[in-house]
């Protein structure tokens, strides 16, 4: 199974400090997966290093693509720890660009890659990666169970969805405009993304590995289903 993970910055870089616990345990899993036979490539988002750069820079006033660029810095930084973390199983670079994706798909080793382009977060980048490799699987991680009817941060009675079809998906995370800061869950660039590519994306709580793994082997998973 070729199957691509959204690693968000929330779990990842959740205070602008790098969680070392959690990444050494998903290293642990990748490479679990690796050694299965499974094709494993990891997109990672920039938490909260990335923002306290930004907001700091946008103390300036530069304009948003600039902004942009310190965000994907900060996701590249995210993605040469991991590889620090997965050692030999990992391909030694970050990939930055389609030529250097299919590069280190060639390796055999577990691909590890940020952000590639202003105006394009890591959702985007991971979907349209899944899309030209051909992806079985999409895992999106992020720092709750999945995608709720409503912000669970701030409700309570915010209620989980099983499955949501992707006309549903542009209703929840509707918003105007581009801004350069992390976003919730899955950003609107990725769900349009989603629409064409119909491939079996997953949202669900990152930080939990073994219910990952009970996704990927076909038992009962809490999560988020994207898809008609």
């Not at 105007?176 to 919730?184: C, D, Q």
Request: aromatic share 6%; glycine share 10%.
């Amino acid at each position: 199974m070729r199957i691509v993970f959204n690693l968000g910055g929330s779990i990842l870089c959740p205070e602008g400090v790098p969680d070392l616990n959690y990444i050494k345990r998903f290293s642990r899993f990748a490479i679990e997966l690796k050694r299965e036979k499974h094709d494993v490539i990891v997109v990672t988002g920039g938490g909260g290093l990335a923002r306290k750069y930004i907001e700091s820079a946008r103390t300036f006033k530069p304009p948003e693509s600039f902004l942009d660029l310190i965000g994907i810095l900060g996701t590249r930084m995210n993605a040469m720890l991991l590889i620090a973390s997965l050692g030999e199983y990992a391909y030694e670079r970050v990939v930055k660009n389609r030529e250097d994706l299919q590069h280190a798909i060639g390796s055999g080793k577990i691909v590890v890659m940020g952000g590639t382009t202003p105006g394009q977060t890591t959702d985007a980048v991971t979907i349209a990666v899944a899309e030209l490799l051909g992806a079985d699987l999409v895992i999106i991680g992020t720092d709750v169970d999945g995608i709720y009817d409503r912000d669970p941060k701030k409700y309570k009675r915010a209620r989980l969805l099983e499955k949501v079809d992707v006309k549903e998906l542009k209703r929840i995370v509707r918003i105007k405009g581009h801004k350069a800061k992390p976003v919730a869950v899955i950003d609107p660039v990725a769900v349009k993304l989603l629409e064409q590519s119909k491939i079996k994306t997953v949202v669900l709580n990152g930080r939990k590995i073994d219910n990952m793994r009970d996704l990927i082997e076909g038992r009962k998973f809490v999560g988020t289903v994207v898809g008609e």
